[in-house]
């Protein structure tokens, strides 16, 4: 087409038409009509709390391939040496891991149920309530990991040039617990950032911020936390749990 | 009288420095990256003055090693990967589906500090004496026996994800959620299509690097070996996690380049886009196959036979959709209106150069070809020609396409040609010498050769030192633009799209009215969709 | 305005329960030797798990067809990474005579 440009023009004016949706001028008069939480490059609430829980679980993909790698190195040297690996994962305290399962399982469901506290616009106590039983049992785990830490110290299976195995597979255990602090140490920090999450959280709720028609926070540092669980639900097994049958 | 616009809307540096604007996010990413450029060009000016002489008299083995390291450190993860997401998708993206700001407008500020603090943490690896494992950090050298800075850099470029990761979000959740009433998918321009891609990509890949390069720090910090040979760990694993992401990290380099080639091809050659929906598909096809051929890396490298047959088909039906981008692209310029302006001039170059550079990667798909060009200057030249005679086109294309609409100022079109005909040939006479060199045997990452391969050598140096020129120019007139070029109007071109509805330069809120679109941003002449045949 | 679907308590309290059993079960299971069995069932639990947490817990389950992609995305993606990455480690020494 090598017409010149006004008759491009003559058949197309261009893209858009009047007449005016929503008008977008200087902000001379703020009236709000709107929801004081709406923020203004949105232009509805839904669209805003639809936009922010797309975000959070766009985040949350980029958080499992990040545990990702470390999965997959565990997936390769695992099958390298499996032995090696059952071997060293029957120093692990089942007791202890479960324990922990138990304990973000019950955190999950009191971080759930915050977030429909919220949504049912309960009151800002009950809402408290639960997310500070959220923090309580998310600093258990953490307390339950710095007994297992402990236990590790003193025992020499920390990686490095401490690092002391009786068994048969001395390569493969300090590989196993290379990977073992790597993991549940992210994990661990993971839930350290939830809980400073949690404790932003709490306060606002404390602060009568959130009800039905605004709880978008709460929803989304629930997803984070659910993930956190999510991610220790396939630790648990695979760093406590193989080797076959084991007495304990 | 000025009107208010998004520039003087807000003195002081506080409001810029804390603004919520995508487009003065823009502004400060375009700063940063800068900088950062012209860093990495002086790495690359430290390397060619060393390859002047066969002999590696300039400095040491381990200085070279340092030189080469930081310059495609800072290059890749401080330049090209942010580079036209960042200034150029930044700005533009919410102008061109009708919305006021991106989804998250203070984690787009948010992402630019991580990028400041990640640039920092490399700044001073190479201010305290370099790293010189090579930009890729393989172990075990990095993690055992390298004594140079690599926790910082590692570091450095953990940080940087980062900003990648938000920038990534951001587009994404902005693309699905605040498209203007009536911009469906396919009403989107390439550009913003692109963008989407390319955002999937930081998605999925960034986090793999960031885990990579921390385990790294890890290892040298408290001595846990991961990829550690004498605890049965296996380097080929580092590659394998480290490659992952690298290798589409260069469709995060090249995608937004094609975006912008869409859009410039269209403009001056006043035609609608050949193939609309092959080049939208398309980029997508990149994006996802682009995750499943990083093995090509690792082929010699102790990668099993079977899995470097895989790879390498793979990477052979990789180059297709772009191979069906370069043939849409020529189509569109078929019989078209063509204006050679300084944009045009940029992408006819990407589209020359990009082909070459694509099409010498095929040959380095080739398992059995590769054996022998691996680690050679061969490599060096693929990826140079699809980097810099690539995405660095692209970018400068899209910078003086679009400059009028960010500065609302005209730049001298005379220089503008002159230094982008500066950048075309400098660029072929700095790296089509390597290829040869590269095919005749010249290994990379060496600070002295033999020779034979001098005269090539002295042709990529001279080759380099016009290119610099080139470089030098856009951004001496474009700053002299900003304070005394002639102002712009809102469509300087005569170009089609939402961004050229607003005014040169936009107001804070983009639009003073929101569109409502009723048909393709970009059509030029008529056609089905509107009814008009 | 109330964007989302809300959940009876009970809802709660029964995947609650499930998760719970799920992690009876896998210690239980990890304790007798099936095997090649043991990974299967053992991954199969943590999935069942997850998948129940992802669908009720964070509310996908109500949530729009993009929220489920890109939730699937993520998973789909290790599995690329696992996949193909573990073709090289699976294949090496078949090419007889040779480490790969």
């Not at chain 1, 939830?194 to 629930?222: K, N």
């Not at chain 2, 609608?272 to 690792?298: D, R």
């Not at chain 2, 001496?476 to 799209?497: M, N, Q, R």
Request: glycine share 10%; charged share 10%; net charge neutral.
């Amino acid at each position: 087409m090598s017409k010149g440009r006004a008759q491009a023009d003559e058949y197309y004016p261009g893209p858009v038409h009047q007449p005016p949706v929503h008008i977008a001028g200087t902000h001379v008069e703020h009236t709000h009509g709107h929801h004081p939480k709406l923020q203004h490059h949105f232009d509805t609430m839904a669209q805003q709390i639809e936009a922010s829980t797309l975000g959070m679980w766009v985040f949350l993909v980029t958080e499992i391939m990040f545990f990702g790698g470390l999965f997959m190195c565990y997936l390769v040297y695992r099958t390298a040496s499996p032995e090696g690996f059952a071997e060293a994962s029957h120093h692990l305290n089942v007791t202890w891991g479960a324990v922990n399962t138990i304990v973000l399982i019950v955190s999950s469901l009191t971080m759930a149920l915050g977030v429909r506290a919220a949504q049912t616009s309960a009151p800002p106590k009950t809402q408290v309530a639960w997310i500070v039983a959220t923090m309580a049992l998310g600093a258990a785990f953490l307390g339950v990991k710095a007994i297992e830490y402990t236990d590790k110290f003193t025992h020499h299976l920390v990686p490095g040039p401490y690092f002391k195995w009786e068994g048969k597979h001395p390569a493969a255990a300090e590989m196993f617990y290379s990977l073992y602090f790597c993991m549940t140490g992210l994990h661990a920090l993971h839930m350290v950032i939830g809980l400073g999450i949690m404790m932003v959280i709490g306060i606002m709720a404390w602060r009568r911020q959130f009800d039905a028609d605004y709880y978008t926070p709460v929803e989304v540092s629930g997803l984070y936390w659910h993930f956190v669980d999510i991610v220790w639900i396939f630790l648990f097994p695979l760093l406590y749990l193989i080797g076959g049958h084991f007495t304990e | 009288m000025e009107t208010l616009n998004y520039i003087n809307n807000g003195q002081g540096l506080a409001s810029w420095l804390l603004t919520k604007d995508h487009k003065r996010i823009a502004l400060l990413y375009l700063a940063s990256i800068t900088f950062f450029f012209f860093l990495g060009g002086l790495f690359a000016f430290m390397i060619r003055v060393e390859l002047l002489t066969p002999a590696g008299d300039v400095m040491t083995a381990d200085t070279y090693n340092k030189m080469f390291t930081m310059h495609g450190v800072v290059m890749v993860f401080f330049f090209l990967i942010p580079s036209i997401p960042a200034v150029l998708g930044n700005f533009l993206i919410p102008i061109m589906i009708g919305a006021k700001d991106l989804a998250f407008p203070r984690i787009n500020l948010l992402s630019w500090y991580i990028y400041v603090l990640g640039g920092l943490f490399t700044l001073t690896a190479a201010l305290s004496g370099g790293v010189d494992t090579g930009w890729t950090f393989y172990t075990p050298y990095s993690t055992a026996a390298a004594n140079s800075h690599v926790i910082t850099a590692a570091l450095g470029v953990f940080i940087t994800g980062f900003s990648s990761i938000l920038t990534g979000l951001n587009f994404i959740v902005t693309v699905h959620r605040m498209r203007a009433p009536g911009l469906t998918w396919f009403r989107l321009p390439l550009f913003v299509w692109a963008h989407y891609a390319t955002s999937l990509i930081m998605i999925l890949g960034t986090p793999v690097i960031a885990i990579t390069v921390l385990l790294v720090a890890a290892e040298r910090m408290l001595h846990m070996g991961i990829f550690d040979p004498a605890l049965g760990g296996d380097p080929v694993l580092f590659q394998h996690l480290f490659w992952f992401y690298s290798h589409p990290a260069v469709y995060i380099m090249i995608l937004p380049a094609m975006g912008v080639i869409s859009e410039i091809v269209q403009a001056f050659s006043r035609k609608n886009i050949f193939g609309y929906s092959f080049i939208a598909f398309s980029s997508l096809a990149i994006a996802i196959i682009g995750f499943l051929v990083w093995g090509h890396h690792i082929f010699v490298a102790g990668q099993s036979v079977y899995a470097g047959m895989i790879f390498s088909f793979l990477s052979f039906v990789v180059a297709i959709p772009s191979a069906i981008k370069v043939f849409n692209w020529t189509a569109t310029i078929y019989k078209g209106s063509v204006r050679l302006d300084s944009p045009m001039l940029y992408a006819f170059g990407f589209l020359g150069l990009f082909t070459i550079g694509g099409l010498t990667g095929l040959f380095l798909a080739a398992m059995g070809l590769d054996i022998h060009m691996h680690d050679t200057y061969f490599v060096v030249a693929h990826f140079h020609y699809i980097m810099v005679g690539g995405a660095i086109m692209g970018y400068l294309g899209g910078l003086h396409y679009w400059w009028p609409k960010i500065t609302g100022r005209l730049y001298p079109e005379g220089w503008a040609k002159f230094a982008a005909l500066m950048v075309f040939v400098g660029f072929n006479l700095t790296f089509f010498p390597q290829f040869v060199a590269g095919y005749l045997g010249m290994p990379r990452r060496y600070h002295a050769y033999p020779d034979e391969f001098q005269v090539l050598n002295v042709a990529s140096t001279l080759g380099a030192s016009v290119l610099s020129v080139g470089y030098v120019l856009p951004m001496v007139y474009f700053l002299w633009s900003i304070f005394a070029g002639e102002k712009s109007p809102a469509d300087p071109w005569g170009a089609k799209g939402l961004e050229w509805e607003t005014p040169s330069p936009p107001p804070t809120e983009n639009f003073y009215v929101t569109p409502i679109v009723t048909h393709g941003t970009h059509q030029y002449a008529p056609s089905k969709e509107v009814g008009i045949v | 305005m109330s964007a989302g679907h809300v959940a009876p308590k009970s809802m709660y309290y029964m995947v609650f329960g499930a998760l719970i059993v799920g992690t009876i079960l896998t210690v239980a299971a990890a304790k007798v030797d099936m095997g090649p069995l043991n990974n299967i069932v053992m991954l199969a639990i943590a999935c069942t798990k997850a998948t129940l947490v992802i669908l009720f817990f964070m509310h996908v389950r109500w949530s729009s067809r993009l929220t489920w992609v890109v939730a699937m995305s993520g998973f789909f993606w290790l599995l690329i990474l696992f996949g193909i990455g573990m073709t090289d480690y699976m294949s090496r020494g078949w090419v007889p005579g040779t480490l790969r």
